[in-house]
């Protein structure tokens, strides 16, 4: 099974700019996560989602690079069934002409060797 969050919006405090640092800006963050589904065991993409928001309201980062390593950690330590991660965190809002971000994608079974 694959979880699929797209577009999940909320402000938070995220970049190096003066600006950045002083207000919270729209951020737009997609996931993707694939697991094996045993009857009754699942995981909550609610639970997810909160998670995602509180980590990136609370940290304030600095660089989305950092943002998404730590998510990768979070998320793969709340959900160790969690076999492949797909991450993308956007600023829509930071330039006017387009919306831009980072997006990284890894595997369980390698982060465990």
Not at 31 to 46: L, N, V
Not at 72 to 97: H, M, N, R, V
């Amino acid at each position: 099974m694959t979880i699929h969050i797209e577009a999940l919006t909320f402000n938070a405090i995220i970049g190096l700019l003066d600006f950045e640092r002083e207000r919270p800006q729209r951020i737009c963050v997609d996931m993707k996560a694939s697991y094996t589904y045993q009857k009754g065991i699942f995981i909550d993409y609610a639970d997810i989602a909160a998670l995602i928001q509180k980590d990136l309201k609370e940290k304030r980062y600095k660089l989305l690079e950092d943002a998404l390593l730590e998510l990768k950690e979070l998320i793969f330590a709340a959900y160790p069934s969690i076999q492949t991660l797909w991450l993308k965190i956007q600023k829509p809002d930071i330039l006017p002409e387009c919306s831009v971000g980072l997006s990284e994608s890894w595997s369980n079974s390698t982060l465990k060797q």
